[in-house]
């Protein structure tokens, strides 16, 4: 949507609740161009409200004494909820958009419907 978007001067910035070696290997993995911001400690998204209370991410980890391995520790970690949001330039949310399901995100149409109710006729650079 790189080129409908640039018509209306909207950018795209993404925000991972990873650290930033794992948003950097998952930008480099998906061929990623947008900004992609990382926060970690989820102060930007319980700002927006989007902290997902209803799904939690567990993971295992190793508890290791002096090398040797005693007991495995589960781990839970607060996820964010799928959101895309359309933010004007003074910081106003004009439009939300969530899901449940991590694996999905806005569609195309949506966006571009969002914005052009937002913004009016496009940009002309020219």
Do not use: C
């Not at 018509?7 to 910035?13: C, P």
């Not at 997902?52 to 495995?72: D, P, R, Y």
């Not at 004009?94 to 399901?101: A, K, N, S, V």
């Amino acid at each position: 949507m790189r080129d409908e978007l640039a018509e209306y001067n909207v950018k795209v910035i993404a925000l991972s609740k990873e650290n930033v070696e794992v948003a950097a290997t998952h930008k480099q993995r998906d061929g990623l161009a947008m900004t992609l911001l990382t926060d970690s400690t989820l102060k930007i998204i319980r700002h927006y409200g989007v902290e997902h209370h209803k799904a939690i991410e567990v993971s295992v980890g190793k508890f290791n004494l002096f090398g040797i391995q005693l007991a495995m520790v589960p781990s839970i970690k607060t996820m964010a909820i799928p959101t895309s949001l359309l933010i004007d330039e003074e910081g106003i949310v004009r439009w939300i958009d969530q899901t449940d399901d991590y694996r999905l995100r806005s569609h195309n149409e949506r966006v571009l419907q969002a914005v052009k109710n937002s913004f009016g006729d496009p940009i002309h650079n020219g």
